[in-house]
């Protein structure tokens, strides 16, 4: 099976069918592909330290960057979110300057969600296509927007099993997503979340129906949380 794994900053989680999204956990002859997606929010310098280890592994991330925060100190420059996108990263849209949309009018939303997209697209030579809420916050007017400025998806954070989203939550989000302007994912990560706690979370929540233990490559959580403050649910596919 092909192991694919994306990331978050704060991380939210997402286990899924792709560069955002869901696994399988239906039961069959052979062992369900599980895809863990991993999302890197915000656009902080940190997130370039990531580069290195996502091509050691093979695998690529989506980084929601905030266009109006780049190249400001302590965060990504134009460049290098050309050099990530160059190296097989999808770059997503997460606003201007990262508000928490729920709380303005229609048509400041607007323009952080649209503004936000026309900027990316001028950097990369093309539209983003996912969007991420900031503070995972959003309303089914925002929903619509996110829609209307051209995107086909949105992520927001919780949703799936997690420590503070308990065994009625889902293992995982559904293909297609239930609603593709609220992808759901596992719970975000702070500065201190350490990579044991990844760990324990992707143990807690693992499907019943696995019996065999899920390898984690607990070396690979280090590395990324040490250089980007990150959790990383490390679910390999054999």
């Not at 997130?47 to 400001?72: C, D, I, R």
């Not at 900027?119 to 969007?131: E, K, R, S, V, Y």
């Not at 503070?135 to 503070?164: D, H, K, L």
Request: hydrophobic share 40%; with cysteine.
């Amino acid at each position: 099976m092909r192991m694919r794994l994306a990331l978050i900053v704060p991380l939210a989680i997402v286990l899924v069918g792709a560069g955002l999204l869901v696994a399988s956990h239906a039961r069959a002859a052979t062992r369900p592909t599980v895809v863990v997606s991993i999302t890197v929010d915000d656009g902080f310098e940190t997130a370039w330290s990531a580069l290195p280890e996502l091509h050691k592994y093979g695998m690529h991330a989506t980084f929601y960057v905030n266009s109006g925060k780049l190249n400001q100190p302590g965060r990504l420059t134009t460049a290098q979110v050309r050099q990530l996108a160059a190296a097989g990263n999808e770059i997503g849209g997460h606003s201007v300057t990262h508000p928490n949309l729920a709380n303005l009018d229609a048509a400041e939303a607007r323009r952080q969600i649209c503004n936000d997209r026309v900027a990316i697209a001028g950097i990369l030579g093309t539209a983003p296509t996912d969007f991420a809420y900031p503070y995972g916050a959003y309303t089914p007017a925002t929903e619509a927007i996110v829609a209307a400025c051209g995107y086909n998806s949105a992520r927001e954070v919780g949703g799936i099993a997690s420590q503070s989203c308990g065994p009625t939550c889902p293992y995982a989000e559904s293909i297609p997503p239930t609603n593709p302007y609220a992808i759901r994912t596992g719970v975000s990560v702070i500065p201190t979340t350490s990579p044991d706690a990844t760990i324990d979370q992707v143990k807690a929540v693992r499907p019943p129906y696995r019996s065999a233990p899920i390898p984690i490559t607990k070396k690979l959580t280090k590395a990324m949380a040490d250089a980007m403050l990150i959790r990383i649910a490390a679910v390999l596919c054999e």
